[in-house]
């Protein structure tokens, strides 16, 4: 990923990408570890921000948007979890290791980590939401010194639904950052970890949290939104402090096609990451 170089560069050039590691996270999703082809664009893949997203393109197939999920602070490959929706995806999960495919980026605000040093931060991620804000929570497990408490919440519908369920149940282990698991059902009996919805588990850090000096950074299906808002809320959580990552929205990720526009915002061009003053002037943002 090339911020820096793009300043004074085509900012919407492909540079070519081979496909180093991969593997399914479930049944519709799978993990891609990439490296760039040439080795001076490699030397800028850590240049981004946790919360950007880049665009995949494979000729004769077309492109789509999809959430960074690696941390700039490793910068030897980008990760990806990519969940198969459609014709694109479809080509993609086709490509084995060694196969190539072109990105460029990264597009979008992303989270401002800066900005939320020295605080404390509340990170929950339901379903596919888990693929960015992996992003995060590896940013902060390697600048842990830097922030305050740290919370991750995550859910999930079975623990065979989980992305990225063994990283998340190795993080747990290391206990670098205070790590809640759920799933709403457990048909194996064999889960060790909270049974229920993602709000359940805000029971465990009630009383824990400076909310006068924190973050909540969301990213999940629709429907979760409301009700951890709802948690967040009576936790007097500051509503500016609220971030939500709404990369579901986006197509062509260059604000050309329409298709994330809502009054005039672009979600790829002033997102992904809105607060919740963005939500409330625009309800259609979820």
């Not at 690696?70 to 196969?99: C, H, M, N, Q, Y």
């Not at 929570?137 to 408490?149: P, Q, S, T």
């Not at 079975?158 to 190795?170: G, I, N, S, V």
Request: charged share 25%; with cysteine.
């Amino acid at each position: 990923m090339i911020s820096d170089r793009s300043k004074l560069e085509n900012p919407y050039e492909d540079h070519l990408a081979t496909i180093i590691d991969y593997r399914d996270l479930t049944s519709d999703t799978r993990y891609y570890k990439l490296k760039f082809v040439d080795p001076e664009i490699q030397k800028h893949t850590g240049d981004y921000r946790p919360g950007q997203f880049a665009m995949f393109s494979i000729p004769g197939v077309g492109e789509a948007p999809f959430s960074i999920s690696s941390t700039p602070t490793r910068p030897a490959f980008l990760e990806f979890g990519i969940r198969k929706v459609g014709s694109f995806t479809d080509a993609l999960f086709k490509k084995k290791e060694g196969d190539t495919v072109y990105i460029r980026g990264p597009y979008g605000n992303g989270f401002d980590m800066e900005r939320m040093e020295g605080k404390d931060i509340v990170i929950v991620s339901g379903g596919l939401g888990a693929v960015p804000l992996r992003s995060v929570l590896l940013y902060l497990e390697d600048k842990r010194e830097l922030y305050n408490n740290v919370f991750f919440l995550n859910g999930a519908r079975t623990p065979d639904d989980m992305l990225f369920k063994e990283d998340f149940l190795a993080m747990h282990a290391r206990e670098i950052i205070e790590t809640h698991l759920t799933v709403d059902k457990d048909p194996t009996g064999e889960w060790n970890h909270n049974v229920g919805v993602v709000t359940t588990l805000f029971e465990k850090i009630n009383g824990r949290v400076d909310n006068d000096n924190a973050y909540a950074l969301i990213c999940g299906p629709p429907v979760m939104y409301k009700f951890v808002i709802k948690e967040l809320l009576e936790m007097d959580f500051s509503k500016k402090n609220i971030l939500m990552t709404l990369e579901r929205r986006m197509k062509c990720g260059q604000g050309h096609c329409g298709h994330c526009a809502i009054h005039g915002v672009y979600t790829c061009l002033d997102g992904p990451v809105f607060n919740f003053w963005d939500y409330e002037r625009m309800v259609e943002l979820i």
